[in-house]
């Protein structure tokens, strides 16, 4: 689980799973190009290539070979392992 924490903790993570999870299958310069329009982050490439590594080895992103093209994919499971470690309760409970 500190894998998927150590994901999360970076803004620009964060912000290539909103990507993803607002449109899946993306290529790594579709993801540059909509960070750099909608977030004003421009890392660069090889920066965004070890972040989206980084939520792989996490579990958060699936990657899939096509041709000369590797579409990136949302996985929002590992993110339920930390909803059901700590789940919800009523204040007083």
């Known amino acids: 689980m500190a894998d998927i924490f150590k994901a999360l903790a970076d803004g620009t993570r964060r912000a ?5 999870l607002e449109r899946d299958q993306q290529t790594l310069f579709e993801l540059c190009s909509r960070l750099a329009m ?6 660069t490439r090889q920066a965004v290539s070890q972040h989206l590594d980084v939520l792989q080895q996490a579990g958060l992103v699936v990657a899939e070979r096509r041709g000369r093209y590797k579409f990136h994919t949302i996985n929002t499971a590992p993110l339920a392992q930390i909803a059901e470690r700590w789940p919800t309760r009523k204040a007083g409970s």
């Open 16 to 20: 290539l799973l909103d990507e993803l």
């Open 38 to 43: 909608k977030h004003d982050l421009t890392p």
